[in-house]
């Protein structure tokens, strides 16, 4: 009888990992928009739990990158958002801290000060963001300062113009080049699926990131009319799956923006366990970039403990 | 050599989840409280529920806990030909005559009644059939109204189907019906005929009577002339008594090839118009471009919908040597994520196996599987105790001449097989009695294109599978049958031209 073609083949030992351009666009074909639109939808309707609800509803907290990037940030507004950070519901102490606070560099010294001894992470965006459309010099010197100044993380962005046409290699050696620059902090590497045009160009801009250096990839600025939706965040999904394949590696993924209610987050939570297993159903590797999402997912959980919707004055604006 | 595979809800849990809950669905079971099934179910006979002159019920059962339903009637040779002479009756002094328009009238009422009672009937169909209700729900409840909705358009358009040609309805139709899709095959079956001015005699499954007799209280609820429509539940002896009647003047027929044969030799020499949609072994070829993740999808879609009883399931994977191995690891990876279990819950993606019989057919296939060297991977799922379940399957290793390659299991049974180039992928494609249907998987066009000049299938998908839609023709090519439904084809086995 023939031979078993499974047996005989390692496919589950991976490949030694090289910073390759090449090995990013080899393993980049196509999406079917339709099969992955359907897929992504069919997930939505999985129904929870009660006990996986609240527990996936505090996972969710945990995951959150509670994010302020708006031009008239002040000490004030974000010395509040780090309180609501560290305890997001003081009357609940069940509630965990949200995994990170995400703001732009300036702000980064005064967060590290809000936030020390919390747990909760330090995030700057950088790069130019959220545009990318600066020199290559002044995106390693701004992610260097970030750092510098006590950055945990960075979010960067790519270079769109520079993908959308073509130029592979400059958005390959501009992540490479910031994730130097990085040192200890890890890098998320925004690629602003809105402006991409295709999910075909999602997975190209997902792999090209990951074997560049990315220890995230997240999908938008926020600062676009598109931001996440389930199936970007499904073809990213598997692009990581497919790079941990071949070469061992975890890579987390960060939707960001659109994401303003519990229920959605739980929808990305049940896309995010069919596609990837438990393993990644972590903050270490899953995110959730958003600024008004906190708020429902407390009246949420404060729903299932005491069986009614409280007002949503009983929650701070913040 | 077999392995199991791990469930994804056996995984080791991650850093998040090790002290915490563990991350469960919810059993979200559809209710079965909004309507009530009777005790025992009668023929539909001449516009009323009439008892069997055979004086004979059978028990109808849900497969998926062994429970019994309803009692069915069991029609006899009595009461099929006193439902041929209802049809006839109501075919010669009311049906014919009435205006195409009016007739249409009839057919949009039942197309709104089925939506109107469309939870009950996917429960229904759910409790008799065993597929998972998101099915019964979102696909056959909605394309059985949509099939209605779509002939009745055509009912006082026909001229414009067959231009230049006078059009005559061809009498009394016997249809017979299989049990993998009971309500929407009884949809794919009357409409067109009703359409084209027939009279039906209607002879549902024997283990999937019960929403045909439903879709009889909506016939009787529309107020459709008596005799136009008759259903004859019981088994083989009944079907044979409806196909075999003199006074049929056409027969369509769907189910085994096996049957069909028989159905042919019994009606050569005779008058009778004859459709069949028999068996298949569908061939589901992925090229190396292929987009694969949503390949994965397709097949998965492909072979498990259903628990795999579909005629034009994917079951003959080939697979373009150079991806062999990532297709085999997402397809392993893929299938401990099917939920297997109860086909009311709502988060379920395979359900019960139809019936004893079945199961048994399939187990006997996979047992040849085995024993003919193949290696067999098996999700590790826990099934119900009750009932009929067979845990979705693939065999890799599977040569051309294996049985499993060659013959209809009509179970969630992948046979996995490899091709170097696409003149291989046609030639080994094609190589099979049937030709029921057809997948291709490729980035490529005119490679799309090419195959489905060559591939010898009624059907082929390109880049998505199992996709149904009421104008869309269906039918086979070889031993999976001929004539076809849906779409303008679907009118011309019901029309005589003149």
């Not at chain 1, 939505?44 to 302020?68: F, H």
């Not at chain 2, 001449?401 to 060659?406: E, H, K, N, V």
């Not at chain 2, 969630?412 to 998987?441: D, H, M, Q």
Request: net charge neutral.
């Amino acid at each position: 009888m023939s031979e078993s073609l499974v047996a005989s083949t390692p496919i589950f030992t991976p490949a030694v990992f090289r910073r390759s351009l090449g090995d990013a666009l080899e393993m980049a074909h196509g999406i079917d928009a339709v099969a992955a639109d359907e897929r992504a939808a069919s997930l939505a309707k999985r129904s929870l739990k009660k006990e996986s609800k609240v527990w996936g509803l505090k996972l969710v907290i945990g995951m959150m990158d509670l994010t302020t990037l708006e031009g008239k940030d002040t000490r004030g507004k974000v010395w509040a958002l780090c309180q609501k950070a560290i305890r997001p519901d003081p009357s609940d102490h069940d509630i965990p801290h949200v995994g990170a606070v995400c703001v732009y560099p300036t702000m980064i010294p005064f967060v590290k000060q809000a936030l020390a001894g919390s747990g909760v992470h330090a995030a700057s965006v950088a790069t130019g963001f959220p545009s990318g459309q600066t020199f290559t010099s002044i995106k390693v010197e701004e992610t260097r300062q970030v750092v510098a100044a006590g950055a945990d993380e960075v979010d960067m962005v790519i270079d769109r113009g520079a993908f959308l046409s073509g130029d592979y290699q400059k958005v390959f050696d501009e992540i490479a080049e910031v994730k130097e620059a990085c040192g200890p902090a890890h890098l998320k590497v925004i690629l602003e699926t809105g402006e991409l045009a295709n999910y075909d160009q999602v997975r190209k801009a997902s792999l090209i990131a990951m074997f560049a250096g990315a220890d995230f990839i997240k999908t938008s600025t926020g600062k676009v009319s598109v931001n996440a939706t389930l199936p970007v965040t499904l073809v990213m999904l598997e692009a990581i799956r497919d790079f941990h394949h071949a070469t061992g590696k975890k890579i987390g993924m960060k939707p960001a923006g659109g994401i303003s209610n519990a229920k959605l987050s739980l929808a990305y939570l049940v896309l995010l366990y069919e596609t990837m297993g438990t393993e990644w159903m972590t903050p270490d590797l899953f995110r959730f970039g958003a600024s008004s999402l906190l708020n429902d997912v407390l009246m949420q959980i404060r729903k299932e403990k005491t069986g009614a919707y409280q007002s949503g004055d009983y929650f701070t604006l913040d | 050599m077999t392995t199991t595979l791990e469930t994804r809800d056996r995984l080791a849990p991650g850093a998040a989840s090790s002290s915490l809950v563990e991350w469960h669905y919810a059993p979200s079971l559809e209710a079965t409280d909004h309507f009530k099934l009777a005790s025992r179910y009668n023929l539909f006979i001449g516009g009323e529920f009439v008892a069997p002159h055979s004086k004979r019920w059978f028990e109808t059962i849900n497969p998926a806990t062994e429970d019994t339903l309803a009692e069915i009637a069991e029609a006899d040779n009595e009461d099929v030909d006193r439902a041929v002479r209802e049809a006839r009756r109501a075919y010669e002094k009311v049906w014919r005559k009435l205006a195409p328009s009016e007739r249409a009238k009839y057919i949009f009422r039942i197309a709104r009644l089925i939506q109107e009672k469309s939870r009950a009937l996917a429960v229904v169909e759910t409790m008799n059939g065993g597929k998972p209700i998101k099915e019964s729900r979102d696909i056959d409840i909605p394309l059985a109204a949509a099939h209605f909705f779509y002939y009745a358009g055509w009912a006082d358009k026909l001229e414009y189907a067959f231009p230049n040609r006078n059009v005559a309805p061809v009498g009394v139709a016997a249809q017979i019906i299989p049990w993998n899709f009971p309500l929407l095959m009884a949809a794919w079956k009357l409409a067109p005929a009703l359409a084209a001015g027939n009279t039906i005699v209607l002879k549902p499954a024997e283990t999937t009577p019960l929403t045909s007799l439903l879709l009889g209280e909506i016939i009787q609820e529309a107020g459709l002339p008596a005799g136009v429509v008759n259903i004859v539940t019981g088994g083989p002896a009944t079907g044979a008594a409806v196909a075999g009647h003199k006074d049929v003047d056409k027969i369509a027929f769907t189910g085994s090839t096996e049957v069909g044969k028989r159905i042919l030799r019994a009606t050569a020499g005779t008058k009778k118009k004859l459709t069949l949609e028999l068996g298949g072994k569908a061939p589901n070829i992925v090229f190396e471009d292929a987009p694969l993740d949503q390949a994965i999808e397709g097949i998965i879609n492909g072979i498990y919908f259903n628990q795999g009883h579909v005629c034009c399931a994917g079951s003959r994977l080939f697979v373009q040597e150079s991806i062999v191995e990532p297709i085999i690891r997402k397809l392993r990876d893929r299938i401990g994520t099917l939920r297997v279990g109860n086909p009311l819950d709502k988060n379920t993606d395979v359900g019960a196996i139809n019936s004893r019989a079945q199961l048994e057919k399939i187990q006997e296939l996979v047992e040849s599987g085995i024993e003919e060297g193949a290696e067999m991977f098996q999700s590790s799922c826990s099934v119900p105790d009750r009932g009929f379940w067979f845990r979705p399957t693939f065999f890799t290793g599977v040569a051309q001449s294996s049985r499993i390659a060659q013959e209809e299991i009509f179970g969630p049974v992948l046979s996995v097989l490899t091709f170097r180039t696409p003149e291989e992928a046609i030639e080994k494609a094609n190589n099979t009695p049937y030709g029921l249907s057809a997948g291709v998987w490729t980035e490529k066009g005119s490679r799309i294109l090419k195959m489905a000049a060559k591939l010898r299938a009624g059907v082929v998908w390109a880049n998505t599978y199992n996709k149904f839609d009421p104008s869309s023709p269906f039918g086979g090519f070889k031993e999976s049958g001929f004539g076809r439904e849906g779409g303008m084809h679907g009118l011309a086995p019901y029309v005589s031209l003149s």
